[in-house]
């Protein structure tokens, strides 16, 4: 079955409040999730945890937000079937910078507006 799970974390985070995000989002598509589907949850959970616990974003607490996007699909005992999705899982882990992005230059009129 395909799920997917979605958290942001504000400005000033720490490994706590990593942990506590990961246990209570919410996996969307979950219905009567099958063991091999918590698998592959927990499985995304631990690469976040562990991306974001070997400093490739800086060190805590982290000074800027986080959004974290897990989705995935997993079937049966990870049993592959004729015509049905394969197994697979996706972590994206992007910052959300605290600081006002500059704007584009030549942004402005860009619309036509004149």
Not at 6 to 32: H, I, S, Y
Not at 81 to 96: E, L, R
């Amino acid at each position: 079955m395909s799920w997917r799970a979605e958290c942001t974390l504000q400005p000033n985070w720490d490994e706590p409040r990593l942990n506590e995000a990961l246990e209570t989002m919410e996996v969307v598509g979950a219905g009567d999730a099958s063991e091999a589907q918590v698998e592959a949850v927990d499985a995304a959970k631990g690469a976040v945890r562990k991306l974001l616990g070997s400093d490739a974003f800086g060190a805590y607490p982290y000074e800027d937000g986080v959004r974290i996007t897990l989705s995935g699909h997993a079937n049966p005992g990870h049993a592959p079937s004729a015509g049905a999705t394969p197994d697979y899982v996706t972590v994206t882990v992007a910052q959300q910078p605290r600081m006002p992005l500059s704007p584009v230059p030549g942004a402005e009129g860009s619309r036509g507006e004149g």
